[in-house]
């Protein structure tokens, strides 16, 4: 069965919603308690509904059995995730462990980052072990994107999900499963990024609305490919030393980049050197580039940029290279042995 979705683009994502709940009686938002407290819940808290929040950033599987629980004990009968990564993630979960496909899921993203919105997997965790979820019937059926949502992060929150998406993208590229659509995904994603990210972190309305196209594409794009090694290193980075994810991400991209670049020879990509080569040329070329090998130096120069100030503490590059999550490390286009990660981390956490 293929899952289509709608993508909304709308200066109103209030007006949106109503106009697409309005066939349902009795709606469920998966929402952070904290944004219950933003204005902008006031433009949607008419609709009817019941609203869920009582999960944490890194949501656990005991929430997701808490939120199934409600959703049928008050007859919802449809599902409104609003929120960064965990609301969707949230919702998706909900949406599993009803077993019904029939349930429509309504995502709305309040952060440019993941592309969640866009995905058929979301993370939950189970006595503290990671479980990726990944299915066809969890790509939520309607997406509405509203630059205005952006408007009141931080910039700390902005430039750490800006660095998720801008990964996602580079990542998407180069892995062993992109295809032609993957690629236009990517490509267009770094294209909306990278022309306005200044203005975006200057919180620019038409630059959030652009934003919020980049990272949704980002999103696309690793629905079709999935991620690969600098999100493989990147969960335990975060959960073991706090460190925002899109920033953990970004802290190993540039250098699996240049080992990408030195042992192009060796590239496990199924079809071949040639076709990794127009890959890199290609990324190169979007960052500016007018060699293969001038786009790790411009990029280099954009995430520094881009990077907010953490205080990124000691690392244990050991530690971290040997907890790496295994599937995201197969879609890299080298093999990579247990040393070859550990310089890597190494190199990243200087």
Not at 61 to 86: M, P, R
Not at 108 to 125: K, N
């Amino acid at each position: 069965m293929i899952y289509m979705q709608r993508i909304i683009e709308t200066s109103d994502f209030s007006s949106a919603l109503k106009e697409e709940v309005a066939q349902f009686e009795n709606a469920m938002f998966v929402c952070s308690a904290s944004f219950t407290k933003r204005g902008i819940f006031d433009k949607i808290c008419e609709i009817p509904h019941v609203t869920f929040s009582d999960f944490k950033p890194n949501p656990d599987y005991e929430s997701i059995i808490e939120g199934g629980e409600v959703f049928a004990t008050e007859d919802c009968d449809c599902l409104v995730s609003i929120g960064g990564g965990s609301s969707i993630d949230v919702a998706k979960g909900i949406k599993y462990i009803l077993r019904n496909k029939d349930i429509v899921h309504i995502a709305i993203p309040t952060t440019a980052g993941t592309g969640c919105e866009s995905t058929q997997f979301a993370v939950v965790y189970k006595d503290g072990k990671k479980i990726s979820l990944d299915f066809t019937e969890l790509l939520p059926d309607i997406a509405i994107l509203d630059g205005s949502l952006v408007s009141t992060l931080s910039d700390f929150q902005k430039r750490c999900t800006l660095l998720d998406a801008l990964c996602q993208c580079i990542e998407s590229h180069w892995s062993i499963n992109s295809t032609e659509e993957s690629r236009r995904y990517s490509m267009s994603g770094l294209e909306h990024i990278l022309q306005n990210y200044r203005r975006y972190l200057e919180n620019d309305l038409n630059a959030n609305n652009k934003m919020m196209h980049g990272a949704n594409l980002s999103g696309q794009a690793i629905n079709i490919t999935r991620t690969t090694a600098p999100h493989a290193l990147s969960y335990v980075i975060t959960k073991e030393y706090g460190v925002p994810h899109g920033c953990a991400v970004a802290m190993t991209v540039l250098h699996f980049w240049g080992h990408l670049l030195s042992n192009i020879d060796e590239t496990t990509h199924p079809m071949g050197k040639p076709f990794m080569e127009e890959r890199l040329e290609e990324l190169s070329s979007v960052f500016g580039g007018r060699k293969l090998t001038d786009g790790l130096d411009l990029a280099k120069g954009t995430l520094e940029e881009i990077f907010p100030e953490i205080d990124t503490g000691t690392f244990d590059a050991q530690r971290i290279s040997s907890n790496v999550d295994a599937d995201r490390l197969m879609n890299f286009p080298l093999k990579l042995n247990s040393l070859d990660l550990e310089i890597i981390v190494g190199r990243s956490v200087k």
